[in-house]
């Protein structure tokens, strides 16, 4: 009896067929485990320069981001400022006692190479957060935030540090002081600056508060060695060291008493050499941006703590 074996052409066509068959099943599973499509809204994101990420979609086994749910997210990503990095799917949590990340998992996370090319990662949500797809080498080398829309609560839209200064790091705890889970809740109670204002009233100007200043500081009969104004965010504080008789309490009760200033806030102490260092804040609140009078409260004592260290450093 004389047997026929299929032909060279008979298997590529059975091969060809299967891997359809297969290709097929794959999708049909896939949907199955993340049949719901999530709306994505774009947060805080910083690159270095010609990087990028773009998130082509979001889907999940259930229909809202939330601890438990695991998720698909697919893009595409451009990498030029490093030869190869891991392109990483991360959440960074909230609370003084949440970790500072969620475990890694290898469906998370994909090796890149320079150039650009699409992603594919897999995502169990542990902890509640803020999700960001990012480049790492030996640590984040810019990324994105994004969360799902109308949740305001999973996407973090302003980030007040930079992937790109590296902090100092405490050793004890092996990780970077900001990732820190106590230092991160600092960090996210103190909230972004508020800037100054485009139309900052003149009294409230630099020069207008030293001259203000100064003139109350002689009032005391105290003089002034060195004045100074931080910028850097409303409102502006007056700085520095005096010598002589300083008598705060005086000062307090003639601000009560100048229009258009006020008493809100100082740091102040003595140095062995007679020298006084300061830190205060002439502004009143009334002339604080609407809306902003918590934001702007919350950072006040810490920045007059700074400047006051400053003024007492640099007199050392």
Known sequence: ??????????????????????????????????????????????????????IASLRGDRPHLEIGGRYLLEGAYTLASLDSAHLTWSITTRGPDAPAA?????????DVRRGAGKFRLIKTFL??????????????????????????????????????????TVTNRGSDILSYAPNRAIIDYLGEPVPLPANLETKYTPAALKSEFTTLVEATGAKIQKLAVDTSE????????VTG??????????????????????????????????????????????????????????RLQMLAQKARTADE
């Open 234 to 241: 409303f409102p502006c504080l007056v700085y520095g060291a």
């Open 102 to 110: 969620t475990p890694a998992e290898a469906s998370a996370s994909d």
């Open 1 to 54: 009896m004389k047997i026929r074996l299929p032909s060279a052409r008979s298997w590529l066509i059975a091969f060809f067929l299967l891997g359809l068959s297969l290709a097929g099943r794959t999708q049909t599973n896939e949907a199955d485990l993340f049949p719901y499509a999530i709306p994505v809204e774009r947060g805080a994101t910083e690159f270095a320069p010609g990087d990028s990420i773009v």
């Open 127 to 168: 902890n509640d957060g803020w999700p960001h797809v990012s480049f790492y080498s030996d640590r984040s080398q810019g990324g994105m935030y994004f969360g799902e829309t109308g949740a305001e609560k999973t996407v973090l839209r302003k980030k007040p540090w930079s992937d790109f200064t590296k902090p100092q």
């Open 245 to 302: 008789t300083n008598n705060l309490q005086r000062m307090q009760e003639a601000l009560g008493t100048t229009p258009g200033y006020a008493y809100g806030g100082s740091v102040v102490g003595r140095m062995g050499n007679g020298t006084t260092y300061f830190a205060i804040n002439l502004t009143p609140s009334d002339q604080y941006p609407h809306g902003e009078i918590e934001a702007v409260n919350r950072r006040l004592m810490i």
